[in-house]
Each structure stands twice: as C-alpha cells, then as structure tokens.
C-alpha cells in the first residue's frame, strides 16, 4: 500500500511559479516510478510527469522546459517546480505511481489570465 499527500497549490498569475509538494508513505521499493498527473477543469485526467527509480525524469511536451520533477528519498517527498505557467496549466494536480494504482487527494492550481 502506497499513500500520496499532495501540498502547495494555489492561485497564481501566467508566467509566475509554483512549487508542489508530494509526501509519500508506505511500501514503494517495488514501483518504478512515481509522478504527478492533472485533471484541467471538464477534461479528463492527463499524465504531467515522472520520475523512475533510475533517477530518469521524463515529461509530457507541454511541461517541458518549465516543470521540474524531483525526489528527495531522505525526506520520503517528491517535489514538481513548475515555472513559466500558463492558464492551461490550470488543474487539479495529483501524485500516483506510473500504474496509476495509488493517487493522492489532489491539490488546486489555478493561473490567472
């Protein structure tokens, strides 16, 4: 069992930042990776970014160049820098493993035109 708890969203003006934070519990040495994903407002939930226990960070094209993945093992978070942001990046923003089994409750975003 894995447990997400996301932090850190808000409202924000387009071209300001925001950092999320992720903290996560339970037994993760067999997922490979663990990312964020995002609901926009009447859409479908969307995969945003990764990070595999490699080390590797992979992004979806939309995010890339602006948004940051990381993972900080010794304080069991895992942190998404996101710059630049536009109103589209407005969502709902959750952690969940590369499966999709586990998911956090979310946490707003919102960017002001």
């Known amino acids: 069992q894995v447990q997400f708890v996301e932090s850190g969203g808000g409202l924000v003006q387009t071209g300001g930042s925001l950092t999320l934070s992720c903290t996560v519990s339970?037994?993760?040495?067999?997922?490979?990776?663990i990312g964020w994903y995002r609901q926009p407002p009447g859409k479908q939930r969307e995969y945003v970014a990764l990070?595999?226990?490699?080390?590797?960070?992979t992004y979806t094209d939309s995010v890339k160049g602006r948004f940051t993945i990381s993972r900080d093992y010794s304080k069991s978070t895992m942190t998404l820098r996101m710059n630049n942001l536009r109103p589209e990046d407005t969502a709902v923003y959750y952690c969940?493993?590369?499966?999709?089994?586990?998911w956090g409750q979310g946490t707003q975003v919102t960017i002001s035109s």
């Open positions: 990070i595999w226990s490699t080390g590797n960070t």
């Open positions: 969940a493993d590369y499966r999709r089994k586990y």
């Open positions: 339970g037994s993760t040495s067999n997922i490979a990776a």
